[in-house]
């Protein structure tokens, strides 16, 4: 039972992470690089899409697994931690009160830059 309690908070924690991540790479505090990767880490967690589809045995769920748990690690250590602090409280309160149009809104950009990006690099190829 313990077990299992302390998942749930881990992925509270992860969840929040993730926010703050997002938070970070549009904050004017945070390097260009610690942007890039803070809003790398962010798009993919809270894309649909998996770079491993989840139906491909073991494999599959490495991505959540491993992959985003570590891109978060690297990309938390990437933010100061003064500021990581506050964006993770930031995070907390935006999560009691979710609003999902801006995230929906980035996801699908970065998609949609990437499907573009992808046609354009084949056409060449083509």
């Given at each position: 039972?313990?077990?299992?309690?302390?998942?749930?908070?881990?992925?509270?924690?992860?969840?929040?992470?993730?926010v703050a991540l997002w938070l970070a790479?549009?904050?004017?505090?945070?390097?260009?690089?610690?942007?890039?990767?803070?809003?790398?880490?962010?798009?993919?967690?809270?894309?649909?899409?998996?770079?491993?589809?989840?139906?491909?045995?073991?494999?599959?769920?490495?991505?959540?697994?491993?992959?985003?748990?570590?891109?978060?690690?690297?990309?938390?250590?990437?933010?100061?931690?003064?500021?990581?602090?506050?964006?993770?409280?930031?995070?907390?309160?935006?999560?009691?009160?979710?609003?999902?149009?801006?995230?929906?809104?980035?996801?699908?950009?970065v998609w949609l830059t990437c499907i573009?990006?992808?046609?354009?690099?084949?056409?060449?190829?083509?």
């Amino acid at each position: 039972m313990q077990l299992i309690s302390q998942a749930k908070i881990w992925a509270k924690s992860l969840k929040r992470d993730i926010v703050a991540l997002w938070l970070a790479a549009r904050d004017r505090r945070v390097s260009w690089y610690a942007k890039a990767v803070a809003g790398a880490v962010a798009a993919y967690a809270l894309s649909p899409v998996d770079l491993i589809p989840d139906f491909i045995p073991v494999l599959g769920y490495l991505d959540d697994l491993l992959i985003v748990p570590l891109g978060i690690l690297l990309a938390t250590r990437l933010v100061p931690a003064e500021v990581m602090s506050e964006l993770r409280a930031e995070a907390a309160r935006r999560i009691e009160r979710p609003s999902g149009r801006a995230g929906l809104i980035f996801i699908l950009a970065v998609w949609l830059t990437c499907i573009i990006f992808l046609a354009l690099a084949l056409r060449k190829l083509v």
